[in-house]
């Protein structure tokens, strides 16, 4: 298993930024490792996710364009990069890992499907008003 702390949350108007870190104890370097989000009232959503080689990475089309994901495997970190922010990504986010070699199926398929992820975090509120 492992610990993730995310961190980097908070207010900013429709157009800013917000750089949201998660640090990762334990084996990091071999995990599938993602950002959710959550809104009141509505289910858990996938916003992208990046392989353990930092090769491959997918979006969300909500996002696409406007946040981007990457890793540090020598830090065990992981980030998302939002810019353009909308009033629309108003929410709670969570980072999730996932072992590379866990029977959850192709991640190119489920990668952000949150019942492929089996750790996460407590999560960091993002507010954007417009």
């Known amino acids: 298993q492992v610990q993730l702390v995310e961190s980097g949350g908070g207010s900013v108007q429709a157009g800013g930024s917000l750089r949201l870190s998660c640090a990762a104890s334990?084996?990091?370097?071999?995990?599938?490792m993602a950002w959710f989000r959550q809104a009141p009232g509505k289910e858990r959503q996938g916003v992208a996710s990046?392989?353990?080689?930092?090769?491959?990475?997918k979006y969300d089309d909500s996002v696409k364009g406007r946040f981007t994901i990457s890793r540090d495997n020598t830090k065990n970190m992981l980030y998302l990069q939002m810019d353009s922010l909308k009033s629309e990504d108003t929410a709670m986010y969570y980072c999730a890992a996932v072992p590379s070699d866990s029977n959850g199926g192709s991640w190119s398929l489920r990668g952000l499907q949150p019942d492929y992820y089996k750790s996460w975090g407590q999560g960091t509120q993002v507010t954007v008003s417009s």
């Open positions: 990046i392989a353990p080689n930092t090769a491959y990475t």
């Open positions: 334990g084996l990091f370097y071999n995990k599938y």
